[in-house]
């Protein structure tokens, strides 16, 4: 019974398990690195960690994404199983310089 138990409680973190972890880091207003190449068809996790003092958006209408970094914070952000192709996401707050592209291929 205590094992269904742990099951029960697991199971919700098996539906954001993801075949492939990346890192993005905001320094300087600017996405680190700037383009990220995935593979097509997997679940994607991405860890974004904001080294600057000041909060940054990760927004992306490509990939229905949309998540305040507080400064010197860190979020995660699943995304997939995506098709091949390109998928642009910006910092809301700096968009003149904070701006990138997923590429799954």
Same mark, same amino acid.
């Given at each position: 019974?205590?094992?269904?138990? =742990?099951?029960?409680?697991?199971?919700?973190?098996?539906?954001?398990?993801?075949?492939?972890? /990346?890192?993005? +880091?905001?320094?300087? %207003?600017? $996405? +680190?690195?700037?383009?990220? /190449? /995935?593979?097509? !068809?997997?679940?994607?996790?991405?860890?974004? *960690? #904001?080294?600057?003092?000041?909060? *940054?958006? $990760?927004?992306? %209408?490509? =990939? #229905?994404?949309?998540? /305040?970094?507080?400064? %010197? !914070?860190?979020?995660?952000?699943?995304?997939?199983?995506?098709?091949?192709?390109?998928?642009?996401?910006? !910092?809301? $707050? %700096?968009?003149?310089?904070?701006? !990138?592209?997923?590429?799954? +291929?």
């Amino acid at each position: 019974m205590k094992y269904i138990l =742990l099951f029960a409680l697991l199971l919700p973190l098996a539906g954001h398990a993801a075949d492939t972890d /990346v890192t993005l +880091q905001i320094k300087d %207003h600017r $996405f +680190q690195p700037a383009e990220i /190449v /995935v593979p097509a !068809g997997k679940k994607i996790r991405i860890l974004v *960690e #904001n080294l600057d003092t000041t909060p *940054e958006e $990760f927004e992306s %209408h490509d =990939l #229905n994404r949309e998540k /305040v970094i507080a400064g %010197h !914070g860190s979020t995660t952000i699943y995304i997939g199983p995506l098709p091949a192709g390109r998928y642009t996401f910006m !910092g809301e $707050f %700096h968009p003149d310089s904070a701006h !990138g592209v997923i590429t799954a +291929q």
